[in-house]
């Protein structure tokens, strides 16, 4: 059975900071990684989407890696901003068509 | 381009009764999931539909029922609700092209 794993579970950091979140999968057959932001009370908005084939994913000031054969993907986030707050969660897909397992997601806090 | 649209946004309902949440999936997206988020949770997958039928089940009792139309659009039914189905439930869907789950803003759930 498919599980992800978050850390830390929650982050707090001064605007400006680099930071990373981190993933894990107890299964490397995946067909991809999804990451997500929700805002609190709200949905879900796709950020980085990495197919099980790369390495890698950016967008703007956010980069996500992939290492499948540890289990682990990273979110990079450069030079965070208070509108960065979020929580923010990862999320596999093991097999083609088949449903999103999610992690508990990492609860960021941007200071300003 | 429309994303996922959710409805209603909130609902209040007593236990014991039952209730009908509906989606509309993204334009060109044929497949629909369905996620219940508690307080403090990673999202939790109850189903998915694809050609007008339930494909995958999570862990989720059969007091959750679904249905998917024609025109793609779906509907959760949850019955004799508790008050532990107090959630805010999601609706994501994909479509042929690889490029992952768009979710809608969901829908709040409160059972008193």
């Known amino acids: 059975k498919q599980e992800v794993t978050q850390i830390p579970a929650a982050l707090s950091v001064p605007e400006g900071e680099n930071l990373v979140l981190n993933c894990s999968f107890t299964d490397s057959a995946i067909y991809n990684l999804q990451w997500f932001r929700q805002d609190p009370g709200k949905g879900l908005t796709s950020l980085l989407l990495i197919q099980s084939s790369q390495r890698e994913q950016t967008s703007g000031r956010l980069n996500a890696s992939l290492d499948k054969s540890s289990g682990r993907s990273t979110l990079y986030i450069a030079a965070s901003q208070p509108g960065d707050s979020a929580t923010y969660l990862c999320a596999v897909v093991s097999q083609a068509g088949t449903a999103l397992i999610f992690g508990k997601g990492t609860t960021l806090s941007v200071s300003s | 381009d429309a994303g996922v649209t959710q409805s209603p946004t909130h609902l209040i309902k007593t236990r014991g009764q039952q209730v009908t949440l509906r989606c509309s999936p993204k334009?060109?997206?044929?497949?629909v999931s369905w996620y219940q988020q508690a307080l403090g949770q990673g999202p939790q997958f109850i189903f998915q539909?694809?050609?007008?039928?339930?494909?995958q089940r999570g862990n989720f009792p059969d007091r959750f029922s679904g249905h998917q139309f024609p025109n793609y659009s779906s509907e959760l039914n949850v019955n004799a609700l508790l008050l532990g189905d107090s959630a805010l439930y999601l609706c994501a869907s994909f479509g042929q092209g690889g490029y992952g789950y768009t979710f809608g803003s969901g829908t709040r759930l409160t059972v008193v």
């Open positions: 334009s060109g997206h044929d497949t």
């Open positions: 539909y694809y050609e007008e039928e339930e494909r």
